[in-house]
């Protein structure tokens, strides 16, 4: 059974930095994509951005480009997101994801982006930018 875990969600001011964490356990194969998603209220899933775990290659939505960090950590199994000089507008659920098997697999919701197929996700952290 495949799990994937958020933490590090909350209430921040704008301007200010969080680091989301993503812990999985389950995956047997190597080298596939993990991503990190969001979800503002009332409005839909969006990415923000994904990281190779092969050989690191990483992919930013526009939004997010040079604010956002993506990293992994292989000897952990555990992706990161730092957030710097956050803005009210990225108020959001923001979700981990991990890549579809070449086999297929899912949990019933897939999303694709950057050329891959995101299809199992974790239970989301909230993330509130707000003074």
């Known amino acids: 059974m495949r799990w994937l875990v958020e933490s590090g969600g909350g209430l921040v001011q704008p301007g200010g930095s969080l680091r989301l964490s993503c812990a999985a356990s389950?995956?047997?194969?190597?080298?596939?994509?993990m991503g990190w998603f969001r979800q503002p209220p009332g409005d839909e899933r969006e990415g923000v951005a994904a990281i190779y775990t092969g050989d690191g290659t990483t992919y930013y939505a526009d939004f997010v480009k040079g604010r956002f960090t993506i990293s992994h950590d292989n000897a952990k199994n555990t992706m990161y997101l730092q957030m710097n000089s956050l803005k009210p507008e990225d108020t959001a659920m923001y979700y981990c994801?991990?890549?579809?098997?070449?086999?297929?697999?899912?949990?019933?919701?897939?999303?694709?982006?950057?050329?891959?197929?995101?299809?199992?996700w974790g239970q989301g952290t909230p993330v509130t930018v707000s003074s």
């Open positions: 994801a991990a890549e579809s098997p070449p086999n297929g697999g899912s949990d019933g919701y897939l999303f694709v982006i950057w050329g891959r197929v995101f299809g199992y």
């Open positions: 389950g995956y047997t194969y190597s080298n596939y994509s």
